[in-house]
């Protein structure tokens, strides 16, 4: 790991991230608007796997998941500019040690989502009531993602190291 | 000016600014009202310029009210962050122009949401009218344009 960081650090990429004065602001103002888009996606689908929102059809309500996936990727590629920029600092932060830890286990319960609740979807009467499995996954894609962001927001104030 | 002074000094801008955990407990809950505003606002607005077209229009009215739960965390964790640095904000050129945009924006959302109640898209017609579509082009830019300005406020 140490490795790396001293090979990002003084590489040209770095150097452009740190003295370029518009590319971090830039960078934090499409990490807010891809923000919006994950986290806007994924509460409405989330709350209707909770049992909210009902009036909206559970397979209507899916094809907001490209929302909050494209959400995602901009917010994958502005974080790694911002690692680049100082990849010691995000090494050390345990907010940013959490937040990682949080987006894996957000990832595992996708997955579970895709594998166990998201074809049986399709059987879903209309406003019915969701499954205790579907409503757990839901409540705990919201808590995990929601934990994401305040680990984010909390990286300049937690300790490093 | 005097307003903007007693404010800073009263107990909530000085637990704000001053005790440990008051600034990022507010910062972290302006970020959760944001993505909910910010996200409910896009998915309303892209609904109505046609993309997700299995979700009824009619079926939109809870994400409204979502995003007014949005609004009003964000009023109000805005107001505690602005308290505690309140006549610095109050000359802020990034500041004033973000909280513009913002009453923009909310009116141009309250609009939209007048006018799907009343226009009743309903049942099977999804087709949306150029006018409200207009509408929702003005929403997106405008909301995106809370996000920048409210960015820039650390910056000038």
Redesign the interface.
């Known amino acids: 790991m140490m490795a790396l960081i001293s090979w990002i650090e003084g590489s040209a990429l770095n150097l452009w991230i740190l003295n370029t004065q518009w590319v971090w602001p830039v960078m934090e103002i499409l990490h807010f608007i891809g923000l919006s888009l994950l986290l806007g996606g994924l509460l409405i689908v989330d709350l209707r796997l909770i049992g909210c929102f009902r009036k909206i059809n559970i397979e209507a309500v899916q094809t907001l998941l490209p929302l909050a996936v494209s959400g995602f990727l901009i917010n994958f590629a502005t974080g790694i500019v911002f690692f680049l920029g100082d990849p010691m600092r995000y090494v050390l932060n345990v907010g940013f040690q959490l937040k990682m830890v949080l987006i894996g286990l957000a990832g595992m319960n996708m997955l579970w989502f895709i594998k166990t609740i998201q074809p049986s979807t399709t059987q879903w009467a209309p406003n019915r009531a969701p499954s205790g499995s579907a409503r757990a996954t839901g409540l705990i894609s919201l808590a995990l993602w929601f934990g994401v962001l305040l680990l984010g927001r909390l990286i300049p104030y937690v300790g490093s190291g | 000016m005097i307003f903007f002074e007693w404010l800073e000094s009263s107990f909530l801008a000085v637990w704000v600014g001053e005790s440990l955990w008051g ?2 407990i507010m ?2 809950a302006h ?2 009202g ?3 505003v ?3 606002a ?2 309303v607005d ?1 609904r109505l310029l046609n993309a ?1 077209s ?3 229009i ?2 939109l ?3 409204f009210k ?1 995003g007014g739960l949005g609004f009003v965390i964000n009023a109000c964790s805005g107001f505690a962050l602005f308290s505690s640095q309140a006549t610095e904000f109050i000359e802020s050129t990034a500041f004033l122009l973000k909280i513009s945009i913002i009453i923009v924006a909310v009116f141009i959302s309250a609009l939209l949401y007048a006018h799907l109640e009343k226009s009743r898209l309903h049942g099977e017609d999804n087709t949306v009218p150029s006018r409200t579509k207009i509408l929702a082009w003005t929403s997106i830019t405008v909301w ?1 344009g809370a ?2 300005t ?3 406020v ?2 000038f």
Do not use: C, E, K, Q
């Open positions: 600034y990022p910062l972290s970020a959760v944001l993505s909910i910010v996200g409910m896009v998915v892209l997700f299995a979700i009824r009619d079926s009215g809870g994400l979502l995106a996000v920048i409210g960015r820039l650390a910056y």
